[in-house]
C-alpha cells in the first residue's frame, strides 16, 4: 500500500517548487498544515504520513532506506521537488537524495544530522507510557493525558503524542505502530552508514536547520553532513528547541520560503 498524503495547492494548474514534508517520530503529514496552507498559494504541497505512523501502512521492520523508498515512490523525475524533513524525516530524507537525487531539486534537513544517536531513552519512556494506558477502559483523552504525566511532564509534548490517540465506535487506538517503534527505537536513532557508503553525494543545495537549544545539530555533526551534502548551508534558529518548526514557525517559515524561492 502507498503512503498516506494529503495534498495543498492547485495541482491541475501546476505553479512554483513542489514542497514535500516528511515529519519526524510520532507525527504525521498534519503536522505540516500550518506551513502547507502558507505555501500553498504558490507552490504545491504534499504532506507524507511516514511509515507506520499517520494514517499510512505498517510495516514488520524499521528501515531508513525503506522508508526512503516508499517516499520516493510518490515522486517523479519529471518534476523534482523541494524534500524537507525534520528528525526521523529528516533521516529519511537525506537517505532519498542520496538514492535518489533526481527526484530532489533541493533538501531541507530540520534538526537532524546523518549520524548515529545514543540520547533514545526519552522517547522509548514516552512509548513505554503510551502503550501502559488501557485502551479498552479509558475514559477519555483527559484520562490519557493524565496517565502520560509523569513519563511526559511537559503539556505541549504530550499534548503532540496524543494527537496520535483516535476513537472510532466505542474503542481508542494509537495509530503509530507504536510496538514496532519501541523495540526498534535504537534503529529510528540510527543512521545507515555502511548500506549509504557507496552512494556519491547529493550536489544540489541543502538547507540545514537546527533549533540553537536542540543537542541533535551541533558543530562535532558538521562534517558527516559536509561529506554527504557539499553544498550545505546552516541556519540555527534562536529560541527553538528540537521541534524548530512548531516553537518558531514564523521564523521557520520565513527561512525555508527563502530557500525555495
Known amino acids: 500500500m502507498p503512503l498516506h498524503t494529503t495534498s495543498y495547492g492547485d495541482s491541475a494548474h501546476p505553479q512554483g517548487s513542489r514542497i514535500v514534508f516528511c ?48 517516499v520516493a515512490e510518490l515522486l517523479s523525475a519529471d518534476d523534482p521537488v523541494v524534500l524537507v524533513g525534520h528528525s526521523m524525516g529528516g533521516k529519511t530524507a537525506m537517505a532519498l537524495a542520496l538514492r535518489h ?38 475514559e477519555g483523552r483527559g484520562a490519557a493525558d493524565a496517565a502520560l504525566q509523569d513519563a511526559v511532564p511537559d503539556p505541549v509534548v504530550r499534548g503532540f503524542l496524543l494527537q496520535n490517540l483516535r476513537r472510532e465506535g466505542d474503542r481508542w487506538h494509537w495509530q503509530p505502530n507504536l510496538e514496532l517503534l519501541r523495540d526498534q527505537i535504537d534503529d529510528i536513532g540510527g543512521w545507515p552508514t555502511a548500506a549509504l557508503e557507496q552512494e556519491a553525494p547529493y550536489d544540489g543545495p541543502v538547507l540545514w536547520v537546527g533549533g540553537a537549544e536542540s543537542r541533535y545539530v551541533l558543530a562535532d555533526y558538521a562534517p558527516a553532513m559536509e561529506a554527504y551534502f557539499p553544498r550545505v548551508r546552516r541556519v540555527t534558529v534562536k529560541g527553538a528547541g528540537h521541534w524548530v518548526h512548531s516553537e518558531q514557525p514564523a521564523i521557520f517559515l520565513e527561512v525555508l520560503r527563502r530557500f525555495v524561492d
Open 101 to 138: 537525487p533526481e527526484l530532489v531539486e533541493r533538501l531541507c534537513v530540520v534538526d537532524v544530522a546523518p549520524v548515529a544517536y545514543q540520547h533514545t531513552t526519552e522517547f522509548a519512556r514516552f512509548i513505554d507510557a503510551m502503550l501502559a494506558i488501557d485502551l479498552t477502559t479509558l
Open 23 to 70: 515529519h519526524g517520530l510520532f507525527g504525521q503529514g498534519r503536522n505540516w498544515t500550518q506551513h502547507a496552507k502558507a505555501l500553498a498559494a504558490d507552490h504545491r504541497v504534499l504532506l507524507v504520513d511516514m511509515p507506520d505512523h499517520g494514517r499510512s501502512p505498517w510495516s514488520d521492520r524499521f528501515d531508513y532506506l525503506a522508508a526512503a523508498d516508499q
